[in-house]
């Protein structure tokens, strides 16, 4: 079915994810006749909203995405707003009647999207209240679907996942990583499993390195109480950087089928070498960012941010070495690296082929340059193969060239939204790309021993990069200890 029929349910609908993800994403699948006529949308939050105010809102959100075939009236009177109480019974009770009355209306079968865009703290009653209130019991299927933070650590994690599962299935519960929703992550299976150049090769045997960079301008903005309590770490490795991991190093799954994919991925993490927490030192490097100029402005540093501690031992860069014990990568370095107030924002995979047994040719002396096959995640979409070649007007009897393909050059504005992609497979009921329960637990276990390293001894470093720069002196360090280097390509 093209165009699944179903009532949305926006928890969180007055806040930021609605207005700056959630509702231009619905817009563009209703602009893309991927809805039918048949939805509606339901905002609740505390705040005592209208309809109106909702629809105006929603209006204002999609105003830049207005086109002659998609008529934002139209679109924005689908959406119903209820003041809501999370802990409060009743709010459930009167929100079940009107999602019962625009069943009726909108020609619904009683399917339901859950969707948690706000406070991790509730997930867990609004998960229960929905069910013992009936709110899922209906002819049709109901999902959940949960934004991060999915815990604090594993114990929180696997507390918040036993009391949704009381009240949700497994296979109904879609957690949201929205790097799953971009569309050269998911070229990353296609890449690798479509390629008869790559798959051979894309083992210990021929690969040296892989590393994964994902550098961010902005700095923590209003997010600093947020942020003070997650850090890089929690907010980036344990979710999207460990899960672009698993893509590049799962095995082949024997069917595209969410089961498969996701086993895969999961025996990834299962095979991640664990560390102790005096052997974090050794593979982990934590940075904090000082005042600079970024993208031609001055910024102040993370400790003077507003809502974070002057003395704070958070850190906003993490770069890691991770090693996959299993036969495949035994000796293969996977190198991440991410970061808030960098040099520029950008995501890139970098995968470093090793140095053939002999070199017959050079490029002014210098060794011929590796093969690498770098994935440009964002901004830009598309791949870059890293060559040796002649050319003609050259001293040098070989030379380094590109082979490039650009995905999205021809109009940005093309690719869907992640996020549009990922409410459009909710609906669909295909849960491949959010993640299973058995991937945020593992994630977490590997994370929290980081955690726990750094929250045991501060860091008496910090500010240790600057603003604007492409992090700690330390991150480089940790390739050079291993005879590597970053490559910042873009
Ligand atoms: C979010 C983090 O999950 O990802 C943010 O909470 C971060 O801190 C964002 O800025 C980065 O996403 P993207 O799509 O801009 O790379």
Same mark, same amino acid.
């Given at each position: 079915n093209t165009q699944p029929k179903s009532i949305i349910v926006i928890f969180g609908a007055t806040g930021d994810l609605a207005k700056r993800k959630l509702f231009p994403s619905i817009f563009r699948l209703y602009k893309e006749n991927k809805l039918s006529e048949d939805f509606a949308v339901v905002g609740v939050a505390r705040r005592p909203w209208t309809n109106d105010e909702l629809r105006s809102n929603v209006k204002k959100s999609v105003e830049k995405l207005q086109s002659e075939n998609a008529d934002v009236e139209k679109f924005a009177s689908h959406f119903y707003y209820q003041p809501f109480d999370v802990t409060d019974v009743a709010s459930y009770q009167q929100l079940n009647h009107l999602l019962s009355d625009l069943d009726k209306q909108y020609n619904v079968p009683g399917n339901r999207i859950f969707y948690l865009a706000m406070a991790p703290e509730f997930f867990g009653t609004i998960a229960s209240n929905l069910k013992d209130e009936g709110l899922t019991s209906t002819e049709g299927w109901?999902?959940?679907?949960?934004?991060?933070?999915?815990? *604090?650590?594993?114990?929180?994690?696997?507390?918040?996942?036993?009391?949704?599962?009381?009240?949700?299935?497994?296979?109904?519960?879609?957690?949201?990583?929205?790097?799953?929703?971009?569309?050269?992550?998911?070229?990353?299976?296609?890449?690798?499993?479509?390629?008869?150049?790559?798959?051979?090769?894309?083992?210990?045997?021929?690969?040296?390195?892989?590393?994964?960079?994902?550098?961010?301008?902005?700095?923590?903005?209003?997010?600093?109480?947020?942020?003070?309590?997650?850090?890089?770490?929690?907010?980036?490795?344990?979710?999207?950087?460990?899960?672009?991991?698993?893509?590049?190093?799962?095995?082949?799954?024997?069917?595209?089928?969410?089961?498969?994919?996701?086993?895969?991925?999961?025996?990834?993490?299962?095979?991640?070498?664990?560390?102790?927490?005096?052997?974090?030192?050794?593979?982990?490097?934590?940075?904090?960012?000082?005042?600079?100029?970024?993208?031609?402005?001055?910024?102040?540093?993370?400790?003077?941010?507003?809502?974070?501690?002057?003395?704070?031992?958070?850190?906003?860069?993490?770069?890691?070495?991770?090693?996959?014990?299993?036969?495949?990568?035994?000796?293969?370095?996977?190198?991440?690296?991410?970061?808030?107030?960098?040099?520029?924002?950008?995501?890139?995979?970098?995968?470093?082929?090793?140095?053939?047994?002999?070199?017959?040719?050079?490029?002014?002396?210098?060794?011929?340059?590796?093969?690498?096959?770098?994935?440009?995640?964002?901004?830009?979409?598309?791949?870059?193969? *890293?060559?040796?070649?002649?050319?003609?007007?050259?001293?040098?009897?070989?030379?380094?060239?590109?082979?490039?393909?650009?995905?999205?050059?021809?109009?940005?504005?093309?690719?869907?939204?992640?996020?549009?992609?990922?409410?459009?497979?909710c609906m669909r009921g295909d849960a491949t790309n959010f993640t299973h329960w058995d991937e945020v637990s593992l994630s977490w276990e590997f994370v929290d021993t980081i955690s726990q390293a750094w929250a045991d001894k501060k860091a008496d470093n910090f500010p240790n990069y600057e603003s604007g720069s492409m992090g700690p002196k330390e991150s480089d360090a940790l390739l050079a200890k291993d005879g590597f280097h970053w490559w910042n390509i873009s």
């Open positions: 109901s999902r959940l679907v949960i934004e991060k933070p999915f815990g *604090h650590n594993h114990p929180s994690a696997k507390q918040l996942n036993e009391q949704i599962r009381q009240a949700f299935n497994e296979d109904q519960i879609y957690r949201i990583d929205h790097y799953l929703g971009k569309e050269m992550v998911q070229n990353i299976e296609v890449i690798r499993f479509a390629n008869a150049l790559f798959e051979p090769m894309w083992n210990n045997q021929y690969i040296s390195n892989i590393q994964i960079t994902s550098s961010e301008t902005l700095g923590v903005e209003d997010r600093g109480r947020y942020y003070e309590s997650s850090g890089a770490l929690r907010d980036m490795v344990q979710n999207h950087m460990l899960q672009m991991v698993a893509l590049l190093a799962m095995e082949p799954p024997i069917k595209l089928t969410p089961e498969e994919i996701r086993s895969e991925k999961v025996k990834v993490l299962r095979a991640l070498r664990k560390m102790d927490v005096t052997e974090v030192d050794d593979y982990f490097v934590r940075g904090q960012y000082g005042k600079g100029i970024v993208e031609e402005q001055e910024v102040q540093a993370y400790n003077e941010e507003q809502s974070v501690d002057p003395d704070s031992n958070t850190e906003t860069f993490v770069s890691g070495k991770l090693m996959i014990d299993n036969f495949r990568w035994a000796g293969v370095p996977i190198y991440i690296r991410t970061g808030k107030r960098m040099k520029e924002k950008s995501t890139e995979i970098v995968v470093q082929f090793k140095d053939l047994p002999m070199n017959l040719y050079f490029n002014k002396g210098k060794n011929i340059h590796p093969n690498l096959l770098v994935i440009h995640i964002q901004p830009d979409e598309g791949i870059t193969l *890293h060559l040796n070649a002649r050319k003609a007007d050259s001293a040098a009897t070989s030379t380094p060239i590109k082979l490039d393909y650009c995905n999205n050059c021809g109009d940005k504005m093309n690719t869907p939204e992640a996020y549009e992609r990922l409410i459009y497979d």
